[in-house]
């Protein structure tokens, strides 16, 4: 299907500005990157639209022009990075007159 041919392209005329993709992104309560990954978003994709590079592509405008309230998805699931103590191995004694114990 071309660009043009969109159902998103038929229904709005331009893509989204940078500050609906930030308002919607904000609602979210959630990261950038967190929010590509979640719709399938190419990784750097809000980054490049801030920066002028690119657009957004049409197949996620109804995302940012749509009802907020219901597009934007409340379970986008905020990463917690829990810090968990690795159990440390014990080492064994190796013995001195095997052929391992030229390698360590």
């Known amino acids: 299907m071309k660009p043009s041919e969109h159902p998103n392209c038929r229904r709005w005329l331009r893509p989204p ?3 609906q993709i930030e308002a919607v992104v904000k609602a979210s309560g959630s990261s950038e990157l967190q929010f590509e990954r979640y719709y ?3 990784t750097g994709c809000i980054k490049n639209i801030r920066l002028g590079v690119k657009k957004m592509p049409v197949q996620y405008w109804h995302i940012f022009l749509e009802d ?3 597009v934007v998805a409340k379970t986008v699931a ?6 968990q103590k690795i ?3 014990k ?3 190796v013995d001195p007159n095997s052929k391992l114990a030229n390698l360590i």
């Open 17 to 19: 500005t940078i500050e």
């Open 40 to 42: 399938g978003i190419y």
């Open 78 to 83: 905020k990463t917690v990075s829990a810090t």
């Open 91 to 93: 080492r064994t004694k």
């Open 68 to 70: 907020k309230e219901s």
């Open 87 to 89: 159990p440390k191995k």
